[in-house]
């Protein structure tokens, strides 16, 4: 098994720009989360999911949509990029609703000029 | 509004010198309080998870502690191949699609020098 896979692991992007980042599990998982880590701030959910069609924010969703059209894939689409969302990003996945552990991807290193 | 505050932020020990890290929460019902590690460049990986106060979990040289206000993670005789950063993290008893619904504290960063 890959586990949780991230793509890409690094991207620079310009002020406005969109992009999405891509998030992938290969372990049958309903649930699916994106989180961001930025320094002395810890990792904060954005968006999450539990299962296929099912999609809800987390503590910091301005600015970031999501879907879930399959149970393996999990994209972060950012809409205009602007600079605050210069960050570490980390999808993660877990059994059933989420209430056991959670499985974390590689991350995607994204900077916003 | 859940809290998580982990101390110290930065720990320097030497090898086999055994110490603890501390991870103090709010919630309004906790279900449960995960631990993960985190090396450079790297997604957090998961260490244990504390359901109720006076558990207590141990891999290797790490024993995860649970009270009704923190939890610690005690780490006995450490060596170099520990140092990485410790995250500690909350989960509200709330049902349903409030389960996955975790909040971190911002970690400690812990080196261990030979």
């Known amino acids: 098994n890959a586990g949780v896979t991230q793509t890409p692991k690094f991207q620079v992007l310009k002020t406005g720009q969109s992009m999405t980042l891509q998030c992938a599990q290969d372990?049958?998982?309903?649930?699916m989360s994106w989180y961001r880590q930025d320094p002395g701030m810890g990792l904060r959910l954005i968006h999450y999911s539990v299962g296929a069609g099912i999609t809800d924010q987390g503590e910091v969703p301005n600015g970031y949509n999501v879907s879930r059209s399959t149970t393996e894939d999990f994209p972060l689409r950012l809409l205009s990029a602007a600079p605050s969302q210069t960050s570490v990003y980390f999808c993660?996945?877990?059994?059933?609703?989420?209430?056991?552990?959670?499985?974390f991807g590689p991350g995607t290193r994204l900077t916003v000029t | 509004e859940d809290q998580v505050t982990q101390s110290p932020e930065a720990l320097r020990l030497q090898e086999g010198e055994s110490s603890s890290l501390n991870c103090s929460y709010t919630v309004s019902g906790l279900r449960g309080l995960f631990w993960y590690r985190q090396d450079p460049g790297k997604g957090p990986e998961f260490l244990f998870t504390l359901y109720s106060a006076g558990e207590e979990k141990e891999k290797e040289r790490l024993k995860a502690t649970l009270t009704k206000k923190e939890s610690f993670l005690h780490i006995t005789a450490p060596k170099p191949e520990d140092s990485a950063t410790y995250l500690c993290?909350?989960?509200?008893?709330?049902?349903?699609?409030?389960?996955?619904?975790?909040?971190f504290g911002q970690g400690t960063i812990l080196t261990v020098h030979p």
């Open positions: 993660a996945s877990s059994y059933g609703t989420g209430q056991d552990e959670q499985y």
């Open positions: 372990m049958n998982h309903e649930y």
């Open positions: 993290a909350v989960q509200p008893l709330k049902g349903g699609t409030s389960y996955g619904k975790l909040t």
